[in-house]
């Protein structure tokens, strides 16, 4: 079975960076496509972004185009956000769908496999 790991989460200031990881120990991304999504306090989870299994294709909620930007190498998938606000505050969750040789993704909650999250606070 599939367990998406994500690291990275931490407490940054408004305008800040960070880097979050996406990985599976024992098992390769290769042949994955993977979402992003958050859950902020008192809200329901979010789709933040995806990145297809080839890396050709990202996508991105409008409340983090132009800020965020997902990527991935043969051992992990990153989500680089930038310019955090404090509504980016919340637990960070990547997921994996198995998709051999897609070209595609989308930002929809049905992905098969579910890390755990990661917290991450944007405040001052």
Do not use: H
Not at 32 to 57: H, L, N
Request: charged residues 20%; contains cysteine; glycine residues 12%.
């Amino acid at each position: 079975q599939l367990q998406p790991v994500e690291s990275g989460g931490d407490v940054v200031q408004p305008g800040g960076s960070l880097r979050l990881s996406c990985s599976a120990s024992g098992f390769s991304l290769d042949y994955y496509k993977i979402g992003w999504f958050r859950q902020a306090p008192g809200k329901e989870r979010e789709g933040v972004s995806c990145i297809s299994t080839d890396g050709g294709m990202t996508d991105y909620a409008d409340s983090v185009r132009g800020r965020f930007i997902t990527s991935r190498d043969n051992a992990k998938v990153y989500l680089q956000m930038n310019s955090l606000k404090p509504e980016d505050t919340g637990v960070y969750y990547c997921a994996a769908d198995w998709n051999r040789y897609g070209t595609t993704c989308a930002i929809v909650p049905g992905y098969d496999y579910w890390g755990q999250g990661t917290q991450v606070t944007v405040s001052s």
